[in-house]
């Protein structure tokens, strides 16, 4: 499974950024795709998570209610629509696949990740 993250960009706070991530190859292995942020000298957290299938999703607290995942399958892509942006979301996001488990939190349990895009919240 090969991952393309794209969309970040530079934002005020209080704006609105959209993030893609298009997923390839082994499609159909795919389980639950989720995205996780890294800020400067932080651990990677994780954001949310969203099953391939069925689209059950799962949201850290400090971005629900301002975060949406979602996905289209027709186009193998996960979608992290960010509303209300503020100054602490300001981070290299991931998106990532698993192919097993479900509402997983944690990096360790994706195997298959694509490359950040850096997301910064300033005015």
């Known amino acids: 499974v090969q991952l393309q993250a794209y969309g970040g960009g530079l934002v005020q706070p209080g704006g609105s950024l959209r993030l893609s991530c298009a997923a390839s190859?082994?499609?159909?292995?795919?389980?639950?795709m989720g995205w996780f942020r890294q800020a400067p000298g932080k651990e990677r957290e994780f954001v949310a998570t969203?099953?391939?299938?069925?689209?059950?999703?799962y949201y850290a607290g400090s971005v629900k209610g301002r975060f949406t995942i979602s996905r289209d399958n027709a186009r193998n892509t996960v979608y992290l629509q960010m509303n209300s942006l503020k100054s602490e979301d300001t981070a290299v996001y991931f998106c990532?696949?698993?192919?097993?488990?479900?509402?997983?939190?944690?990096?360790?349990?994706?195997?298959?990740w694509g490359q950040g895009t850096l997301v910064t919240v300033s005015s």
């Open positions: 990532a696949a698993n192919q097993k488990g479900s509402y997983n939190r944690f990096p360790s349990e994706y195997p298959y």
């Open positions: 190859g082994d499609i159909f292995s795919i389980n639950a």
């Open positions: 969203i099953t391939w299938s069925g689209g059950s999703t």
